[in-house]
């Protein structure tokens, strides 16, 4: 058994020569290197995800409720949007919580009014509209519930296979607080 171990050693001796230096003479980097760079890779990956999770799970669902315009007062259906959306949609168009309040959404004007008194650019032939269709705003819902899915999946994995459970829940709980720290001082 001791011969075994003897020659299981020597042969990985030499494997690991052969992977040092090519006949040329040129340097290769041991698979060890290559292993333990890779381990890097993976937990700073691991580590930022879990602390940029929060956000992108609250701009996946921010956006998807402006995509509908969600945060906008209507006056046409008499809309009013509840505040707490009003509040999320500033913080990701213009990162800060300054939500300009409006009073009640104005009745909408009767049909009587003369359309040539309307100051409203009328659009060219042939031009592309300002807003988007509705299969792109679906596509566009549909892509931040993907999102969304996939944001919380990886938090699940992060927890689930390996690792140091202390240092991820650290970097979750960083995420939420440091912007919330950014919004707020």
Aim: aromatic share 8%; with cysteine.
């Amino acid at each position: 058994m001791k011969a075994i171990g003897t020659i299981e050693s020597s042969i990985s001796e030499a494997a690991d020569n052969s992977l040092e230096s090519s006949e040329l003479g040129t340097e290769r980097a041991r698979p060890r290197s290559r292993g333990i760079r890779l381990k890097s890779i993976r937990l700073l990956h691991r580590y930022m995800g879990l602390f940029f999770s929060p956000a992108i799970l609250f701009f996946a669902f921010s956006g998807a409720l402006q995509t509908f315009n969600l945060h906008k007062t209507d006056a046409r259906i008499g809309y009013t949007p509840p505040m707490w959306i009003q509040e999320i949609a500033q913080i990701h168009k213009s990162q800060n919580m300054n939500v300009r309040t409006k009073s009640k959404p104005k009745k909408a004007e009767s049909d009587t009014a003369d359309p040539e008194l309307n100051d409203a650019p009328v659009p060219k032939k042939g031009a592309m509209p300002d807003h988007s269709t509705p299969p792109m705003k679906w596509f566009v819902v549909i892509m931040s519930a993907g999102l969304i899915i996939t944001t919380t999946l990886g938090i699940y994995m992060s927890f689930s296979y390996g690792g140091h459970p202390r240092l991820a829940c650290v970097a979750l709980i960083a995420g939420v607080v440091v912007p919330i720290a950014f919004l707020v001082f």
